[in-house]
Each structure stands twice: as C-alpha cells, then as structure tokens.
C-alpha cells in the first residue's frame, strides 16, 4: 500500500530524503484580477469542484476543475538533455502531462513546451489522452521518456504531451500537472511517476509527504521517499485509506470550538494537493463559513 502524508510546520532538509522545493506564485484568480477580467472569467467559466471526485469519472477520462486559486509548483524535467517544466504536484490525479510544442492553443504560447526530438531518450507512443476540466479539456498523446523529479531519474516515464488546452490553463504559472494518485484513476491507463519511482527502487521508502507554507519565497516542499522530521513535532498520527483511487479517508465530524459543525455521523474526504478550498455539502460548508464568520457572495466565494 502506498502512502501519503500531507504535513504543515517549519522548514529543512533531512538526509536521504528526495525533496522538490515548491513555489508559491500569483493564483489565476489574481493574475485576471489584475488585467480586469475575473468577473468577466469567472462567469464564462464556472468553478465545479466537485467535477473532479464524480466516482462516475474515476475510470477512463479524467475529470479535473479549473480551479483558479492553485498557487503551488514544482520544477521537473523531462528529456536527454533535460527541458524543465512546472508543474502542480496533485494528490487528486493520476497523469503527468505537459505542453507539446504540437500545441496550438492560447493556453501553450506562454509556457514551456516539450519538444520529443530534442530528447534522446524519447519513445513515441501515440496513444491518445483526454483529460476533462470542469470547464474544457486538454488532448494530446502519450510518449516515454526520463522524467528527472528532485534528482530522481525515472526512467521510460510515460507522460502526456498536450495538442490543446483548456484556456483557464493561460492563467496559471504552472505548465502542466504530476498526478500522485493511484494507477485506477490514470487516463489511458498511464503508470504515475510514483509508483515507477516505488518500481524501480528509487526510494528508500514507499511513501510521500507534502509540506505546504504560507510564504511565498520558501519553505514549501514535496518529499519522495520519507517525512522530514524538521516539518513536525510529536508523533505522526497515521490514518488508513478508505478507498485506493484518490487519498479518501473516514472522517468522524468536522468541529469548531468542540461543536460539530459538518460531517455529523461520519463521512468520507479526499486530501487533495491539487484544490485549494474544502469542498463538501452546501448545508455543511454554509455551517462551517457561519461558524468562522465568514460571508459568501452569489459566486459562492467567502
């Protein structure tokens, strides 16, 4: 079984753990809200998170949503000699997928594009991947090649290289998305870059950690292979998979102040890199906002 654990605390870096420092740039959110677009964007494309947890989508295409507060990022390379790309390190999906240089949408022009015969390593595949958003989609094709995460060389990586984008994607400083969930829920069956990092012995352990900090300079990391003690203290509390496809876990309540507030009786959640705000019930989330005093607008923004 793999593993993860998403941790939050201070910073530094342990011997023998794998460690990609994460960047905390502008959100979409911000970047249109700067050019006097948002409330033009936001109305053309509607946020639906939860598009990407229908069970009806956990097979074949997958189903993700233009959520446009990701802030955090990773640099990867693919490729011999190696071509860099950010990405979204996300809990909640399984592909890894980048722009191509076959892409022609708005979305491709502003980021770094994979070029296959610049690489010597590269091995055409051609099977075709869909990926669906909430409000578009991004299309291309499958090829392998050596995917360098954190000094790890994943060899014959299977990875999608993208025709078109979705144009939420235009926004976004990251150039594509390293999926961290379980092999069920890749589209076109593609293995993750973790478990090929687990299949090759890449790591000491078989297990993943994600540090999240609210600076944007430093501090934020994904760790392959263990936990960095620096980032906690007191003991590790491990809580088992309710359902291997996403990272879903059995929940008792959601409290404030020992008052429960949400999930009475129990239910399931998904710990989720890749979306950026707790998503549930409308009564639920409406009960948790009131308890914190927070107020929504018509857009269902607090």
């Not at 964007?41 to 507060?69: C, I, S, W």
């Not at 540090?211 to 936990?227: A, D, H, K, M, N």
């Not at 948790?288 to 923004?301: E, P, S």
């Amino acid at each position: 079984m793999q593993w993860a654990l998403v941790l939050c605390a201070a910073v530094a870096l342990a011997q023998s753990l794998v460690q990609v420092p994460l960047q905390k740039g502008k959100t979409a959110r911000e970047l249109l809200e700067e050019q006097g677009l948002w409330e033009e964007y936001r109305l053309k494309y509607p946020y639906n998170p939860m598009a990407k947890f229908n069970p009806r989508f956990a097979v074949g295409t997958e189903h993700m949503t233009n959520d446009a507060d990701l802030a955090y990022y990773g640099v990867i390379s693919v490729g011999t000699p190696p071509q860099s790309f950010k990405v979204i390190f996300d809990t909640g999906s399984s592909n890894l997928w980048i722009p191509s240089i076959y892409c022609s949408s708005p979305a491709c022009q502003n980021h770094d594009r994979f070029n296959p015969g610049l690489s010597s390593t590269y091995r055409h595949n051609g099977q075709p991947l869909s990926i669906q958003y909430g409000t578009g989609s991004m299309t291309g094709f499958l090829g392998y090649d050596t995917v360098t995460v954190g000094g790890l060389a994943v060899k014959n990586q299977v990875f999608g290289l993208s025709e078109t984008e979705a144009p939420f994607m235009q926004y976004i400083h990251p150039d594509g998305i390293l999926g961290l969930a379980y092999p069920r829920l890749s589209a076109s069956r593609a293995t993750p870059v973790f478990d090929n990092m687990m299949k090759q012995s890449l790591v000491s352990q078989d297990l993943f950690s994600v540090y999240l900090s609210s600076s944007s300079e430093q501090g934020s990391v994904v760790t392959f292979g263990g936990v960095d003690p620096s980032h906690f203290s007191g003991s590790i509390s491990w809580i088992p998979l309710s359902h291997e496809l996403y990272w879903q876990i059995s929940v008792d309540s959601v409290t404030i102040n020992g008052q429960v507030v949400a999930c009475n009786g129990g239910c399931q959640m998904i710990v989720d890199t890749g979306t950026s705000l707790i998503a549930g019930p409308q009564n639920d989330i409406s009960n948790i906002n009131r308890y914190v005093g927070a107020n929504g607008n018509q857009y269902g923004d607090v």
